[in-house]
């Protein structure tokens, strides 16, 4: 359909839809089940069946299958057949992590997916974009990107940047009127706007024309078939420390099987221990694991009401040094309240809290009433006109859906006992110049019932008074005079020290619509007056300020506001000490970056700061090598949010653009979330170094009980079966339990991490070798105490040595849960971790004591007393080097 040439009635009647009232929802379920969501199709995923054979492309689970088909051709069955068994366990255990994992991540997408107003049954509401169908109202703003392909039906300034369909980079200004013509391109039909486009000014009005791949979007999206796989440096980290391990292992395959065959071992014994050991050198689950713990700490993040939008911030988190924050929403809780007006030299107090349209007028203590108050009624009422928020009741609590600063004029004026509705049968809104960040103003034509026009603006104090020639003063228009315009400069200084935002009011009256420009109309202003209003800070606001100091994170904040009020804010809540700066926009404006860098670390507070400045000030601290985290909301903050090294996008108030420039989305807006974010992207970081510590450990203790073993000419301590029992369970359950590690008491209380800092930093490497060496040294004393004992029986000597080192590795497990002391914490701090060990140690005893599973693994029921001899000498490694005395290199 030819949608672009249509009149709004064709439209209408053909999408049988309605433009005043929306679709209902029982229509919108019929056309989701008829026509599907309003999603592109995705490349075809990996099946169960390949996601579960893939387990077993590691090249030493393919070496050690080979090692299982010699066996089995060599009549060993009960050992093929317990091999396969572990290996299949293996491969079900990294099918199960991967696709959590999987499911995790698509959570994450669907929790992430573009927010968009659409008028269902009367009433604007937001929905996920997916859930558009054909017929839909939609409206969009400056900064969102449109759901679908639309035909505009109302345009207020609308330009959109469609360079990703088009390939043209300059946004286009859009109308409603008609086209006609044929073969016309995408980029010359200006009353249509196309899915994933960016709105960049104004906004508008459309009805949905298609959805999903019938979009022009849809029809190049075979084209543009991509996925992107996230890795993050630490698993790049790790995936060549695997590699080297790979190396390691064989190495020590081909020594281990030297060294038997001239000691006069058989060459099959000897292939399939030296396989063993390689398998156990190589800690197969710990891409598994990593992903897992990198998937669930995401999901944790969720419940604290961040979403994770790009893995690496996951790492980036914990190395934050610096978070620039802004004021409205983020510090503070985004519910405006006017709570004082003035107006030619009277001031007036209103009471009420939040958006509750309950309130009253109050100057010197007497009540007033607007309605018998000229200026205070004129104050209110075009407050009221200049304005899109509107207010709505939801389970008993009034929100305001809109700009929260023109949810406070609209509450105020309702509080008089005014109604947008009603003024709009007053006034007629003929245009409108919408708010933009650089102008800090908003302006729109009105005519009166006299037909008169006249143009109301809204905007910042000090620019309104800039371009303002009159004030009206005692109900009297009064050219500009210093004297005048100074007493405004008081009032605006003493509303902003008790920490008040002023929205200042003018007018002006206009002859003609014709050629007005937003210069024309902005100019040559008539005051009227202020609405000062507070934005209280957020409770919790505080308390997390003061943890991320103790964490070594400077809260910088960054806000809009008059100087004044940022600083009043700051104060509050802890931001602002005695010798930190206040800089201002400027200040910024007459600094290059070089001379931002030489007092960036010395300023605590940036106001009346624009978008644009965002950019200089996070370039300036990375310049000081600091990991800045930037929030921000708007269009503008975009450049910034994905320059900083943890872009943070607002989930309440953010546009689309600054959404997905992000790696961090904040569901409630709040500073504390923040705070909460970088807690669990630490906590995560040190469970990896956790269950790497210990499992690399584990492998260590393994592979030198038989290599020293293999050196002083003794018989095997551990047979090949046991080695893979032991990597499998013992290493498997707890290390996965490590991952759900809650942080440690201190973990707010360190500097942040340095971004380069290596896995095995902080003595890490010192703790794997350490430990790894004492587990195995006291395995392969009990073996050789044990076939001192019983020369003639090797499998009890065997059987002991493989209780001792798996009870070595389930003690040194909790030395791993800190790296301070094996004592520092709680054992029972971790239930996952203790029922874990419960579950190893079970297995363990049925192995050895259950008679259908002895010959299977070659073990013999082990004496009572020799228990005693086996838990001394497990518990040595861990008690030796666990205690604070011998606990490592100190952080």
């Known amino acids: 359909m030819n949608y672009h040439e249509m009149r709004e009635r064709d439209i209408e009647n053909t999408l049988n839809t309605s433009f005043e009232n929306g679709l209902s929802n029982d229509e919108v379920r019929q056309r989701i089940n008829k026509f599907g969501y309003n999603q592109l199709e995705e490349a075809e995923k990996q099946s169960a069946l390949l996601l579960f054979v893939s387990q077993f492309k590691d090249f030493m689970v393919l070496v050690l299958l080979a090692a299982t088909l010699i066996s089995g051709l060599m009549g060993e069955y009960i050992d093929a057949i317990a091999i396969i068994a572990i290996v299949l366990i293996n491969g079900f255990l990294g099918f199960f992590q991967e696709r959590k994992a999987e499911k995790s991540l698509h959570a994450l997408k669907e929790l992430a997916a573009p927010q968009v107003s659409v008028l269902r049954d009367s009433e604007w509401v937001k929905i996920p974009s997916r859930k558009i169908v054909v017929g839909d109202i939609i409206k969009f703003v400056s900064g969102d990107r449109v759901g679908a392909d639309v035909r505009i039906l109302q345009s207020n300034n609308l330009e959109v940047e469609e360079s990703a369909l088009t390939g043209e980079s300059l946004p286009v200004p859009k109308s409603t009127s008609p086209l006609s013509g044929e073969n016309m391109n995408l980029g010359d039909l200006e009353n249509m706007a196309f899915m994933g486009t960016l709105v960049t000014r104004g906004n508008g009005i459309g009805v949905v024309t298609a959805i999903g791949m019938k979009t022009a979007m849809g029809q190049i999206a075979d084209m543009i078939q991509t996925a992107e796989t996230m890795i993050t440096p630490l698993q790049r980290r790790l995936e060549q420390l695997g590699k080297i391990l790979i190396s390691v292992a064989l190495v020590l395959t081909a020594l281990v099987v030297f060294i038997g065959v001239i000691q006069g071992h058989d060459l099959y014994t000897m292939f399939l221990a030296g396989v063993s050991l390689a398998v156990a050198a190589i800690p197969e689950g710990l891409p598994a694991i990593v992903t897992v713990a990198l998937s669930l700490g995401v999901q944790r993040m969720i419940r604290k009401k961040a979403i994770v939008r790009k893995l690496p911030a996951v790492e980036t988190l914990g190395c934050a040094s610096v978070i620039c924050s802004d004021k409205t929403g983020t510090l503070t809780q985004n519910k405006m309240t006017v709570t004082h007006l003035w107006s030619g030299g009277t001031t007036w107090n209103v009471t009420g809290t939040g958006y509750d349209p309950n309130g009253q007028f109050y100057h010197r203590d007497h009540r007033v009433y607007p309605n018998q108050e000229k200026a205070l009624q004129q104050l209110l009422t075009f407050g009221m006109l200049c304005n899109h928020a509107e207010l709505k009741s939801k389970e008993g609590e009034f929100i305001v859906d809109g700009d929260p600063t023109e949810g406070a004029l609209l509450v105020a004026g309702m509080k008089a006992g005014m109604e947008r509705s009603s003024l709009l049968q007053q006034f007629t809104i003929e245009k409108e110049f919408p708010f933009d960040s650089s102008r800090k103003m908003m302006t729109i034509i009105v005519r009166d019932k006299n037909s008169q026009l006249f143009a109301i603006t809204k905007g910042a104090p000090d620019v309104v008074v800039q371009r303002s020639e009159a004030i009206l003063w005692d109900g009297k228009r009064q050219m500009r005079s210093r004297e005048l315009f100074d007493k405004v400069d008081e009032t605006i200084n003493e509303l902003a020290t008790n ?393």
């Not at 607002?650 to 959404?659: C, L, N, P, R, Y």
């Not at 360190?750 to 930093?761: Q, T, V």
């Not at 971790?833 to 082990?862: C, E, K, N």
């Open 499 to 891: 920490a008040l935002r002023n929205i200042a009011i003018a007018f002006k009256p206009i002859h003609s619509l014709a050629n007005l420009t937003e210069e024309v109309v902005e100019k040559n202003l008539t005051f009227i007056g202020l609405q000062g209003m507070i934005d209280p800070p957020r409770n919790e606001v505080k308390q997390a300020v003061k943890e991320c100091l103790e964490a070594g994170i400077k809260t910088v904040m960054i806000t809009g506001d008059h100087v004044t009020t940022a600083k009043a804010i700051a104060v509050q809540l802890g931001i602002l000490k005695s010798n930190d700066r206040v800089m201002d926009g400027k200040a910024l404006n007459q600094m290059e970056i070089a001379d931002l860098e030489e007092v960036v670390e010395e300023v605590s507070v940036f106001a009346r700061v624009s978008p644009q400045h965002k950019l200089k000030i996070v370039k300036a601290l990375q310049n000081k090598g600091h990991i800045v985290a930037m929030t921000g909301d708007g269009v503008n903050d975009a450049p910034a949010i994905k320059t900083a090294d943890i872009g943070v996008a607002m989930g309440i108030t953010g546009t689309d653009v600054a959404k997905e420039s992000s790696s961090l989305v904040l569901l409630d807006d709040n500073f504390a979330t923040i705070k909460s974010a970088i807690n669990e992207g630490r906590n995560i970081y040190e469970n990896i170094r956790k269950f790497v510590r210990y499992l690399l450990a584990s492998n260590v203790g393994e592979i030198l009980v038989m290599l020293f073993a293999m050196i002083l000419a003794l018989p095997l301590p551990l047979v090949p079966i046991q080695i893979l029992w032991v990597n499998l369970v013992t290493d498997g359950l707890p290390a996965m339990a490590l991952g759900l590690d809650k942080p440690e008491d201190d973990v707010m209380k360190r500097n942040p991490r340095h971004p380069k800092e290596g896995i095995f930093a902080r003595g890490l490497g010192w703790k794997v070798v350490s430990r790894g060496f004492l587990i195995g040294i006291v395995t392969l004393f009990a073996f050789m105490i044990s076939y001192k004992q019983h020369p003639d029986y090797l499998a009890y000597s065997q059987t002991v040595a493989f209780a001792t080192l798996v009870m070595a590795q389930l003690i040194h497990v909790f030395d791993c849960r800190s790296e301070k002391s094996v004592f520092s914490r709680n054992p029972f701090g971790n239930m996952y971790l203790v029922w874990a060990v419960l579950s190893s140690l079970v297995l363990m005893l049925l192995v050895i004591y259950l008679p259908s599973l002895q010959p299977i693994f070659h073990t013999v029921p082990i004496d009572m007393n020799e228990w005693l001899l086996i838990i001394g000498l497990s518990a040595l490694p861990t008690f030796l080097l666990g205690g604070s005395f011998l606990a490592g290199k100190k952080r």
